[in-house]
């Protein structure tokens, strides 16, 4: 899937770039590079629909003039002196910034478990089988469950990074996933649940992804009269709890927003935000991490990083140049990039985002039976609608959902056909929660990877059934 | 590869095609002589220019030029797709891409019934939206001078913390070369400027957001009173600093336009898509002819709406883009289509498949989706004869769930309605409902239905998509 020289010719053509800004005497400049492949499956109404692959990449510029900066992409070296001319255009254009430069190499550093050689190695008939056993695998469950949409992919990808100052670095990462929605539609009701999981090697929990999509869809099936109004105990699933956390907690703990005022946790500091068992780690550097890498978007090399430590909030998200603007503008005293550069490709330059993100407890975690338990009555909500609606300024959100479980006496009564659920996330994770003892990753709606588990908020969430 | 960034140089003026017919048509013939039924070639070059303020001052501008080329193969009834940048290895790929959609179509299972083309006219001709002021002629400064009147109202308040302005600008070339005989190169442009005002007032913090924009070029923002975009932000920030939380329960929804066009994309757009009804993902299987909703409501997906952002003039199958009628008083009369599902369902495909750029495939997509105007004259006869209910305004986006026919919007502000008059200033309101149920639920419309503000639709691929309508008003909603 990779040419064996993938590396080496995006740093040949990162270099023919970096040649021609030094030809044109660029104070500082830095060129990133990426080029993915991959092969994919479409997965549709209980059949493989459609076949693909390809490959796609490009190349970034960033200048710096006297702490102005601006940015250009290009598909390859043979725009180089355009971009060039584009970037210093807009950088001659732009504010300066008092102190920003970009990033000085301070030496190397490799994180584990970024590439798996079985990935590099299949074939497009490999990923056909493996659909092949997807869609037998749930019809074997359930002679009722139907793969209604969804798809399985591979990929590999090489990307490079270059600056004036020293830094030149580069490394191959490969990833693996599938995503599936099962449905059930019998005697004219139709329950669905989506699953899905991805790695940077070879996936290994398929069979459980699989169960897990035909238990959900299975367990809604059994609905139950709408109850009340309530303000009360929820256990979020991690997959349930993951879009909401990720909407609103990632842009909470970006240190320009927090400097700005437009965090819910500016001028807390130091404080307590959330209950004072809760440690929010920023992980950049966890072996195998969906969101790890040995550097960040702009080269400067990562790290593990305690935001929130026993409650305390302690730290947040800086990149070079937006730690330069807030202290620039006076509106921190000191601030410096914690290696938390994100880019959305090479297409933009680099902004703050988080890596991967985890949520843990120093108190005894639990198994999802003991939660429910422990919860005695309220509702178990696996997935939510409408997550992106979350106000990740103030922490706000309004969503609905089709898989919530009704809990009275410690048990599982019966499925919601569908319910509100509101609250405020800060407020939540302040308040009295336990959390499940099965970490699961899963994407982002803003930056990085969450790696959360179960979460039963026994405060500060209404269900507001249909 | 580097292509002309200026409207007068570049391709798209009638005299450059990107693709070398020399080299591509042979290579699709060898897709057939592979024993393809069908090959295409699609490539799509993004010119796109973009650039944010932030609290007035100059933040980032990108610009920027991306060419994908999408190749399509059908071989015994089954796809094989192959994407590149690297537009020159293409014919080397046809082999294997014809190899890949045989691959699929030997899993088919007997009784399955393989994809089959719904036939289109075949033709070869250019075609240019061409905007009164191209976006590839704006200069930086204009960028800024506009965005920068938006920024001036908008932080015209002490409780205002920070005012992030964006634009984006894009020209988007096409070229469609298929086994058939389509040969069409078309393109168009868009156009799109944003504001996020967030307001702090103690540990109050909340956010307000507005875009404006289209198909077309500057000419589209020049007409725009930008500086009142900044004001309603602002003004509508500094409210939600005192809204209360939105109360919860069954109650009488009145909309306005932004939310009636997300409301009647998520709640009929998407399971009107016909992809989504041949996979048994749609609640709308089988209900052609139905009457699904009330008799006031009638809704169109129109590409053809010059200006609305989700306007094309040939969708990326290279089917000419018509008016599509998807409710007339109440009853489904179609769904959208492409190719696939038109010769699927025995309908006319009716220019629906769209991609996000040159290095996806087309999937069935809405444009510019409206459900069009009743006979209530303004929102004061809308809401007279309403005791309790909520006003909700401008759109924080929403989300579907097509198979179960459950769907989801949320609302920037909001205001109680008490005996006929708006009190109480609201935030945080969303609604939810069953779209079989609440499209019944439509009982006041006011007459002036047009396009609200630019909107992207996100299906696996994002593609940019106009939504609107009047004034609606919904009997019964579950509001949160």
């Known amino acids: 899937m990779l040419p064996d020289d993938a590396l080496e010719r995006l740093m040949e053509s990162a270099r023919a770039v970096a040649k021609v800004c030094e030809s044109n005497s660029l104070q500082q400049w830095e060129v990133v590079g990426e080029q993915d492949y991959g092969h994919s499956i479409d997965l549709e109404a209980g059949k493989i629909s459609l076949a693909a692959g390809g490959g796609s990449g490009g190349l970034g510029l960033r200048v710096v003039e006297d702490g102005r900066y601006g940015y250009a992409h290009l598909a390859d070296a043979s725009g180089a002196q355009r971009a060039v001319q584009d970037a210093l255009s807009i950088a001659r254009k732009s504010p300066s910034i008092a102190g920003f430069e970009l990033p000085v190499d301070s030496g190397s550093a490799a994180t584990s478990g970024l590439i798996d050689r079985r990935i590099i190695d299949m074939s497009s008939d490999d990923i056909l089988e493996q659909a092949d056993e997807i869609l037998s695998s749930v019809t074997a469950l359930d002679s009722r469950a139907v793969v209604t949409g969804g798809g399985i992919g591979a990929g590999a990808g090489a990307e490079v990074i270059i600056n004036s100052n020293g830094i030149e670095d580069g490394g191959i990462h490969t990833s693996h996933g599938f995503g599936i929605q099962v449905g059930i539609d019998e005697d004219d009701h139709l329950t669905s649940a989506y699953e899905g999981s991805s790695s940077r090697s070879q996936l290994s929990d398929v069979e459980q992804v699989i169960e897990r999509a035909v238990y959900w869809a299975q367990i809604t099936r059994n609905t139950i009269d709408s109850g009340e109004v309530s303000d009360c105990p929820v256990l979020m699933t991690a997959q349930g709890f993951s879009p909401l956390f990720s909407m609103v907690v990632p842009t909470a703990l970006m ?14 500091m130091g404080e307590k935000v959330i209950a004072d068992h809760l440690t929010i780690i920023d992980d950049r550097i966890m072996e195998g991490g969906m969101s790890s890498s040995s550097r960040d978007g702009e080269g400067v090399l990562t790290k593990r990083q305690t935001l929130v430590d026993s409650g305390r909030l302690q730290s947040s998200l800086w990149s070079t140049r937006d730690a330069c603007r807030m202290v620039a503008e006076g509106k921190v005293e000191h601030a410096q990039t914690t290696g938390s550069a994100s880019r959305g490709g090479y297409q933009s330059p680099p902004g703050t985002g988080c890596g991967n993100l985890l949520l843990q407890s120093s108190q005894k975690s639990h198994s999802r039976d003991s939660l429910i338990e422990e919860m005695d009555e309220g509702y178990i909500v696996h997935s939510v609608m409408g997550a992106h609606t979350a106000n990740p300024t103030s922490g706000d959100f309004s969503v609905t959902t089709s898989m919530v479980l009704r809990v009275e006496e410690g048990e599982i009564i019966g499925s919601l056909k569908q319910a509100g659920l509101s609250g405020n996330i800060g407020k939540a994770l302040a308040g009295d929660l336990m959390l499940g003892d099965k970490i699961r990753s899963n994407g982002s709606y803003s930056s990085g990877s969450m790696y959360l588990p179960d979460v039963l908020l026994k405060q500060g969430l209404r269900i507001n059934p249909a | 590869m580097v292509i002309a960034t200026r409207a007068q140089e570049g391709p798209s003026q009638g005299r450059m095609h990107l693709l070398d017919r020399d080299k591509i048509q042979p290579a699709l013939d ?34 920027g030029q991306e060419v994908g080329a999408t190749l399509r193969i059908l071989a015994d009834g089954a796809w094989g797709v192959h994407s590149t940048t690297d537009i020159a290895s293409i014919p080397s790929q046809i082999e294997s891409t014809v190899r890949l959609a045989k691959a699929v179509a030997l ?28 976006v590839r002629e704006i200069d930086l400064e204009t960028r800024l001078e506009m965005m920068g009147q938006v920024h001036a109202e908008a932080d015209d308040d002490e409780r205002i913390i920070s005012v992030r302005c964006g634009w984006s600008d894009e020209h988007l070339h096409h070229e469609l070369l298929t086994s058939e005989g389509m040969d069409r190169t078309w393109s168009f442009q868009r156009i799109m400027t944003n504001t996020m005002v967030t307001a702090r007032d103690g540990d109050d913090v909340v ?39 939105a109360p919860s329960g069954k109650m009488t929804l009145v909309a306005d336009r932004d939310l009636t066009g997300v409301y009647i994309h998520e709640a009929l757009g998407h399971p009107c898509e016909a992809d989504l009804v041949a996979a048994g993902d749609s609640c709308l299987e089988g ?24 306007a094309y003039p040939i969708d990326d199958e290279g089917v000419d883009t018509r008016t599509k009628s998807l409710i007339e008083n109440g009853v489904l009369t179609d769904y959208l289509n492409h190719r696939e599902t038109a010769h699927k369902f025995d309908l006319i495909p009716n220019g629906a498949a769209r991609a996000q750029d040159g290095l996806h495939h087309p999937l069935v997509r809405m444009s510019n989706t409206m459900i069009m105007g009743g006979n209530h004259r303004d929102l004061d006869e809308l809401i007279e004869d309403i005791d309790h209910g909520v006003f909700a305004c401008g759109s924080r986006g929403g989300q579907v769930d097509t198979g179960r026919g459950s769907f989801q919007f949320a609302a920037q502000e909001a205001w109680l309605i008490e005996n006929g008059e708006l009190t109480n200033p609201l935030k945080d309101v969303s609604v939810s409902g069953m779209t079989l149920q609440i499209l019944k639920q439509v009982d006041g419309l006011t007459r002036d239905a047009a396009l609200a503000a630019p909107g992207f639709c996100g299906k696996g691929q994002t593609v940019p998509v106009g939504d609107g309508g009047p004034l609606m008003r919904i009997k019964e909603a579950l509001v949160g």
Request: charged letters at 30%; hydrophobic letters at 35%.
């Open chain 2, 287 to 310: 209900k052609l002819g139905e009457k699904i909703g009330s008799d006031i409501v009638t809704v169109i997906d129109d590409p053809m709406i010059r200006g609305g952002y989700g």
């Open chain 2, 30 to 63: 060898l897709a057939l002589a592979e024993g393809a039924q069908y090959a295409e070639l699609r490539l799509v070059c993004e010119t796109t220019n973009s650039a944010s303020l932030r609290d007035g001052k100059l933040h980032s501008a990108i610009p």
């Open chain 2, 107 to 134: 899993r088919r299972n007997r009784a399955d019934v393989g994809v089959s083309l719904a036939e289109v006219p075949i033709i070869q001709d250019e075609l240019h939206w061409n905007a009164p002021k191209d």
């Open chain 1, 255 to 268: 240190g320009e927003r927090i400097a700005q005022g437009e965090s819910f946790w500016s001028k807390r």
């Open chain 2, 207 to 245: 956010s307000y957001r507005s875009r404006t924009g289209g198909e077309g070029g500057l000419e589209l923002i020049e007409a725009t009173d930008l500086g009142n975009m900044g004001r309603t932000c602002r003004e509508s920030a500094i409210r939600l600093l005192s809204a209360e939380r």
